[in-house]
């Protein structure tokens, strides 16, 4: 199963390689990694997606209690949260289905950022699952350049 | 100040006595404001001399060892030692010199990211960029190697940084303290545990090395005496309690004694402390005693779970666990009925004694027992790696404190000569026996001279079988024989190379010599280097092939006269 860690650090050199490398020594598989500063700047958040059973979480989450830069991990894997991933990408697109291309977008409220002679650039943010859908919807007309972020995520406050 | 002063004064206020270190371009500075102060330092002739001389220091001694290493090579010499302390949870504190602040990042010359490089293998690594953090990085880097569970920690610090200087007082000396272990939650675990040794007909006491870095030995001596519960070791835990203690049944794993892994496989409770269940004691940790019940209790929160499930896992020192045990037995009185489980011990014990042939030739074995018949259980025992090294785990009964050095974890070939330099500076008072192989002494050789030069005490037994024996073995059980690059066609004149150095050599060839040559070399002040010529085909019996569980050991039983699994 997939996991969702919010891991709170120092924001000092080397943290990011540090907990990298910890992964890769103790053979922990990462789907995907995002770091950027907090509301703190002398404190980073890194959110990991991990691939893994209960056990290899429980690990993973001690492993990381145990490095000197880490200040707290959350699994918030089970938490009501809100997540978001960016996706940017270029399709191609002739004048004859440019309309079609925009209508996508639309529905899917995505934005298209730089129009090309022959290609859109389309820019969306939102969950894995709207991500995917849009990337599916896309394909038809050829993609020729794809980027996306790993997943930010944040528990909802209370009602 | 300068920062070379403030981190000689550092370490002279933190009560350090000995550095172990190596000087170079980027240590000059560091190395000239040394030379002018109390701290005694230590002229290793190999950085990773040095680096288990610390590490050497630190286990006979419990403080953290220290040692002082120039930028590039002098660094990445380091390297062994520092996994070697790792593994082992020995507090260390390694200060590497780096090339200037301008320079990092070019490839400068002898520059190496021995931040980057330590970091797996350091509880954590630190490099200096801004002299005014200095005292702060030190104090943490202190911290870290001492406190919860201990470990190394590396410090590398640019050489401008050992030359700047600032007024040291006006910087801040906070560090973030660490977290400890958790605490909520201790009570119900302790309860439970109570409850579960009440219930249990067969409990086992298995003690590691943490017994030994929580300092419990007087807590676990009354829990023994109180509840009578027999004990096991791990490599690690040996010298924890003293093995002539009757309880004590001796060390577990795939070298085991045999009547250790057998209580091992028969108990129905085991009271695992200060362990890390590694596959040397587990075999495949899948199938280790799944109808047990496992009490692990551990200072370090990711050891518990982490290679065997365990039904009541306690993050907890050792001696505080075993402290409130106590107190929780003497509250309720608790009586313990054993004598059906002991006797089915006794058994094992009268059935599977430790074998080996003394007769005929000379046996590794026998010079390791003769020597701690005439050296006592008091004697610090420092090995090297291999055969020998279990030899000794097997054959030299210790009774000491923090009197058994060996390289657990990592296995490090060419550890005991330089561990036994630390262990001779921290214990000058004692008597220095390290046991080494043809292969592993000559791995780091070149510290004979620290030796002489310091004319340390050290009985040098090199136990030459002229090969690898451990590797040898292997070879002859699980290769058909096949012996590739183990056996050793040139070795060098041990006598003559020992006396080169300056240092009184004696061989030992056979049986009947051993006793005198080690009365003569346990009464001869100052080192001494004894070559016992040993069998080459003995090998290390029990043996737990790879992946196998306790109770699948292969070993010459009583009354039988060949290899064959227990039973
Ligand atoms: C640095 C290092 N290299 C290789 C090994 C693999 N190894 C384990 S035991 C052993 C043989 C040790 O030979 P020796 O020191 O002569 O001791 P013996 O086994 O003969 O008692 C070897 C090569 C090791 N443990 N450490």
């Keep these: ?159 | 100040m300068n920062g070379a002063q403030y981190l000689i004064k550092f370490f002279e206020n933190k009560g350090v006595e000995y550095i172990f270190g190596y000087p170079g371009g980027k240590v000059i500075f560091l190395y000239d404001v040394l030379g002018k102060s109390t701290l005694k330092h230590v002229l290793a002739r190999h950085e990773q001399g040095a680096v288990h001389a610390a590490d050497g220091y630190a286990r006979v001694t419990g403080k953290p060892g220290v040692c002082f290493a120039t930028s590039g090579p002098g660094a990445t010499n380091l390297v062994t030692g520092i996994a070697n302390a790792y593994l082992d949870s020995v507090p260390l504190i390694a200060i590497t010199g780096q090339v200037g602040l301008a320079d990092i990042g070019r490839d400068s010359f002898q520059e190496a990211d021995i931040m980057g490089i330590t970091m797996p293998i350091t509880k954590h690594s630190y490099m200096v960029k801004d002299i005014e953090l200095l005292p702060a990085v030190l104090e943490e880097a202190w911290n870290v190697a001492t406190t919860g569970r201990p470990g190394p920690v590396l410090v590398d610090i640019p050489s401008d940084i050992f030359s700047g200087t600032v007024d040291f007082s006006a910087t801040t000396h906070n560090i973030t303290t660490r977290k400890g272990p958790r605490k909520n939650g201790l009570e119900e675990q302790i309860s439970k545990v109570l409850e579960a040794i009440k219930m249990a007909k067969k409990p086992l006491l298995m003690l590691g090395g943490g017994i030994i870095a929580s300092r419990a030995w007087e807590q676990l001596e009354e829990f023994v005496k109180y509840t009578g519960m027999p004990v096991v070791t791990t490599l690690m835990g040996k010298g924890a309690i003293p093995d002539k203690n009757t309880n004590v049944l001796g060390m577990v794993g795939m070298h085991g004694i045999p009547a250790a892994n057998l209580a091992l496989n028969s108990c129905d409770l085991l009271l695992a402390i200060g362990v890390r269940f590694s596959d040397r004691v587990t075999g495949k940790p899948e199938n280790f005693l799944f109808d047990t019940t496992i009490v692990h209790v551990d200072i370090d929160p990711a050891e518990l779970c982490k290679n065997v499930n365990t039904e009541i896992p306690v993050v907890c020192d050792a001696g505080r666990f075993l402290t409130a045990i106590m107190t929780g037995f003497k509250k309720e009185k608790q009586t313990f009925q054993l004598d059906e489980w002991l006797s089915q011990i006794n058994e094992f014990e009268k059935k599977y004694p430790l074998l080996y042939d003394k007769e005929k030739t000379l046996k590794p074995q026998y010079v390791i027992e003769e020597t701690a018949r005439i050296a006592g259980e008091k004697a610090v025992v420092v090995t090297d790696v291999g055969q020998h090294q279990m030899f000794v785990a097997q054959f030299f009964p210790l009774g000491g404190i923090r009197n058994f050095v060996t390289s657990g974890g990592l296995g490090t070939m060419g550890f005991g000569l330089p561990a036994a330099i630390g262990a001779a500076f921290g214990r000058p008072k004692e008597n220095i026996l390290l046991f080494s192989g043809d292969g592993s002494i000559q791995m780091n050789i070149q510290e004979l001279a620290t030796i002489a030069q310091n004319n340390l005490p050290i009985k040098i037994f090199v136990l030459n079988n002229s090969c690898l024996g451990m590797v040898r073995q292997w070879q002859e059980l699980f290769f058909k024989e096949h012996y590739a690059q183990t056996i050793f066609t040139y070795n060098p004149d041990f006598i003559r190379l020992a006396e080169a150095y300056g240092i009184t050599a004696l061989r030992i060839s056979e049986p009947e010599e051993a006793k005198g040559i080690i009365v003569q070399a346990l009464n001869t002040e100052g080192p001494v280097l004894i070559e016992c010529i040993v069998d080459q085909s003995e090998n290390v019996f029990p043996i737990i092939p790879p992946g196998g569980g306790p109770h699948e050991m292969l070993g010459r039983w009583q009354g039988e006269t060949h290899i064959s699994r227990i039973g």
């Design chain 1, 1 to 159: 199963m997939r996991h969702t860690l919010a891991v709170l650090v120092e924001n000092q050199p080397g943290v990011l390689s540090h907990v990298a490398g910890l992964f890769s020594r103790r053979g922990y598989n990462i789907d995907s990694l995002v770091v950027g500063e907090t509301e703190d700047p002398g404190i980073s958040r890194i959110t990991l997606v991990v691939e893994g059973d209960e056990k290899v979480i429980e690990q993973v989450s001690k492993q990381l209690n145990k490095q000197v830069e880490v200040i707290k991990v959350n699994d918030i894997t089970n938490e009501k949260i809100v997540e978001r991933q960016l996706l940017l990408l270029k399709v191609a697109a002739d004048t004859a289905i440019r309309m079609e291309i925009m209508q996508i977008v639309e529905i899917f409220r995505c934005r298209i950022v730089d129009i090309g002679k022959r290609s859109l650039i389309v820019e969306a943010t939102g969950d894995e699952e709207k991500i995917e859908a849009i990337i599916r919807s896309l394909r038809p007309f050829g993609i020729q350049e794809l980027v996306r972020t790993g997943k930010v995520a944040m528990v909802r406050g209370t009602k």
